[in-house]
């Protein structure tokens, strides 16, 4: 059983910086891929990017490459988005990767 609780969303102007958390609980293994994805209103949710739990390989779509960091700090991984553009409004969520555990969600709003 896996927990995940994500938190930091707001709302920010276009070319500014939030950070977003997601408080892990339960039983994560080394080799677990954490991940952040989003969806936009009509869209399908999209992954955006992701951490190895054990080793802290990241990975990143191209769309925010550049702009987002995935990282992690003990039982929380944050994702810090940077030079924020409209284009990345959207409900944010946290991921075990290749599982069925999913945050409640965070709502991010760029305004222009």
């Known amino acids: 059983q896996v927990r995940l609780v994500e938190s930091g969303g707001g709302l920010v102007q276009s070319g500014g910086s939030l950070r977003l958390s997601c408080k892990v609980s339960?039983?994560?293994?080394?080799?677990?891929?954490m991940g952040w994805f989003r969806q936009a209103p009509g869209k399908e949710r999209e992954f955006v990017a992701g951490?190895?739990?054990?080793?802290?390989t990241t990975r990143y779509a191209d769309s925010v490459k550049g702009r987002f960091t995935i990282s992690r700090d003990n039982l929380t991984v944050l994702l810090q988005m940077n030079s924020l553009k409209p284009d990345d409004t959207a409900v944010y969520y946290c991921?075990?990767?290749?599982?069925?555990?999913w945050g409640q969600g965070t709502q991010v709003t760029v305004s222009s």
């Open positions: 951490i190895r739990w054990g080793t802290e």
């Open positions: 991921n075990r990767l290749g599982t069925l555990y």
């Open positions: 339960g039983v994560i293994f080394s080799s677990d891929e």
